[in-house]
């Protein structure tokens, strides 16, 4: 089970960042799926999640309504549309899985992480 988060880099205040994350050797149509951040010297946030077939999504409060979850379960891969960017959402993301096709359980694969950096 392998996940390949890509899209992070610098980016302005207000400005906008598409992350990718590729799934291998697993189908992601049959899990949920989930982004979560972390920031420098903070514990994990958990940021968005989706369900299988993507009809069901939630955000925390800190990004709702700018930050977009969906996915392609035709190109195994989920994605976080993140605009109007702050310099409090500077951090590393991480895609990760649900280990069924519900929000329960603990999550059992994690993607590497890519850095997002919000700053002028």
């Known amino acids: 089970v392998q996940l390949q988060a890509s899209g992070g880099g610098l980016v302005q205040p207000g400005g906008s960042l598409r992350l990718s994350c590729v799934a291998s050797e697993f189908e992601v149509s049959a899990y949920a799926m989930t982004w979560v951040r972390q920031a420098p010297g903070k514990e994990r946030e958990w940021v968005s999640r989706?369900?299988?077939?993507?009809?069901?999504?939630r955000y925390a409060d800190s990004v709702k309504g700018r930050f977009t979850i969906s996915r392609d379960n035709a190109r195994n891969t989920l994605y976080l549309q993140m605009n109007n960017l702050k310099p409090e959402d500077t951090a590393v993301y991480y895609c990760?899985?649900?280990?069924?096709?519900?929000?329960?359980?603990?999550?059992?694969?994690w993607g590497q992480g890519t850095q997002v950096t919000v700053s002028s």
């Open positions: 989706i369900s299988p077939g993507g009809w069901v999504t």
């Open positions: 990760a899985k649900y280990p069924a096709g519900n929000f329960e359980g603990t999550l059992d694969a």
